[in-house]
């Protein structure tokens, strides 16, 4: 879920303030094998017994010429006609932009919501009151247009990885958060880190007894 971009440096610091990378692009470099291909050795000549030595002063013998190999015609442009979407690629577009387009604070905290229910059957009474502080802190930032639809649209994913128990997919998902987007999140991010680090220890039959989110709910009740 982590996006690859490069944001500018500071300009408020310094003229030359380095430019920030995103934490999709720190995953990537940590995972590049560097190569250095400086500290090799150029192995010497190899002498054959057909080659003499010379007197001094004697002038080398000419090298003959390689024969002039003829160049490879260029490669002709081929202008490939652009792929139509097939109906299962237009399905998953239409799905993809729909999720972006429909995800809602309701949507975010009714999982949020759900998750911290469930913790509240074993974990201490205050530390579920401190993650729900958190939350509440989220939501009145979502609600009065203090995030970025990138914020928006990650917690939306990291809500719907922790409803299906993908615990280190959301983990992922809250650390690229912090590195990306800091200014924004620094305020109720524990809260959330809190919650998944305290959801992912419960028993399976805890979570499972909780049942579906509203949303869900509601979708059933209606059939």
């Known amino acids: 879920m982590a996006e690859s971009y ?18 999709g692009l720190q995953t990537q470099a940590q995972g590049v094998q560097k190569r250095n291909f400086l500290n090799k050795r150029v192995p010497p000549p190899q002498l054959d017994g057909s080659q003499v030595s010379l007197p001094s002063g004697a002038p080398l013998p000419a090298k003959p010429l390689s024969p002039t190999l003829p160049l490879a015609p260029p490669p002709s442009t081929v202008v490939l006609p652009a792929r139509r979407l097939s109906a299962v690629d237009s399905t998953a577009l239409s799905a993809s932009t729909h999720t ?39 939501q009145e930032m979502w609600i009065s247009g203090k995030l970025s639809s990138p914020v928006k649209k990650r917690m939306y994913y990291l809500a719907q990885e922790l409803k299906k128990q993908n615990w280190d997919s959301a983990d992922e998902t809250h650390r690229s958060l912090i590195v990306d987007y800091v200014n ?17 220890n419960l028993p399976t039959e805890v979570l499972n007894a909780e049942g579906p989110s509203p949303k869900e709910d509601t979708t059933q009740n209606t059939q």
């Open 184 to 200: 924004e999140v620094s305020q109720w991010m524990v809260g959330v880190k809190r919650l998944i680090a305290e959801t992912r």
């Open 100 to 138: 972006e387009c429909e995800a809602s604070i309701e949507d975010v905290m009714g999982l949020l919501d759900w998750a911290l229910t469930a913790c509240r059957t074993t974990v201490k009474r205050q530390v579920c009151d401190e993650v729900s502080k958190r939350l509440t802190l989220f």
């Open 6 to 23: 490069v944001k500018p440096g500071n300009q408020e610091k310094g003229w030359n303030d380095p430019p920030q990378f995103s934490y």
